[in-house]
T-cell receptor, first 108, second 112 residues
Framework: GIQVEQSPPDLILQEGANSTLRCNFS?????LQWFHQNPWGQLINLFY???GTKQNGRLSATTVATERYSLLYISSSQTTDSGVYFC??????????FGTGTQLKVEL | DSGVTQTPKHLITATGQRVTLRCSPR?????VYWYQQSLDQGLQFLIQ???????AKGNILERFSAQQFPDLHSELNLSSLELGDSALYFC???????????FGPGTRLTVL
């Protein structure tokens, strides 16, 4: 099946810093989503982005489908950005395959 | 709020017992998915239903079963529970044409 790798696995930032999270996938995809799992365990949709670039406030994402990677940019990070960021993809079919996540901690 | 609801939020039970987790999809969504998140396996797809019919199966144990009812809500039944079944169980839903999935808040199952 399709493989999803995320980097870095862990990231500690000072409040106000910017960061880039990466997601590599092993095959062509028809869906790519970024999620934020908050400390209470909720999975929050950030982006549906099988290709192209999108922005939502301080977050933006880019997927280069031909090169099989996606990037999530977080600017001016805040403590509320802490949690785990997951990339998930579907190849053929609709089941999402998740990466192992990037654990982000934003400190004051 | 994604619009997907799950009950109960927390469930504590004993080994060997059976439990039922319930999910209501977003209004208008025909597909329902179940995922399990455990410490050692990460987030894994269990099963998908589309408009009442099973559509895809992942690494779902034989002790687990699911169904989707005519009103489109879904139930995941877990039986002969083992300590290793302790996990966060998520339900997600999507509209048929667009594959974006929206997740419910999850049910945290603890098996003692």
């Amino acid at each position: 099946g399709i493989q999803v790798e995320q980097s870095p696995p862990d990231l500690i930032l000072q409040e106000g810093a910017n960061s880039t999270l990466r997601c590599n996938f092993s095959d062509s995809v028809n869906n790519l989503q970024w999620f934020h799992q908050n400390p209470w365990g909720q999975l929050i949709n950030l982006f549906y982005i099988p290709s192209g670039t999108k922005q939502n406030g301080r977050l933006s994402a880019t997927t280069v489908a031909t090169e099989r990677y996606s990037l999530l940019y977080i600017s001016s990070s805040q403590t509320t950005d802490s949690g785990v960021y997951f990339c998930a993809v579907t190849g053929g079919g609709n089941k999402l395959t998740f990466g192992t996540g990037t654990q982000l901690k934003v400190e004051l | 709020d994604s619009g997907v609801t799950q009950t109960p939020k927390h469930l504590i039970t004993a080994t060997g017992q059976r439990v039922t987790l319930r999910c209501s999809p977003r209004s208008g969504d025909l597909s329902v998915y179940w995922y399990q998140q455990s410490l050692d396996q990460g987030l894994q797809f269990l099963i998908q239903y589309y408009n009442g019919e099973e559509r895809a199966k992942g690494n779902i144990l034989e002790r687990f079963s699911a169904q989707q009812f005519p009103d489109l809500h879904s139930e995941l039944n877990l039986s002969s529970l083992e300590l290793g079944d302790s996990a966060l169980y998520f339900c997600a839903s999507s509209v048929g044409a667009r594959p974006e999935q929206f997740f419910g808040p999850g049910t945290r199952l603890t098996v003692l």
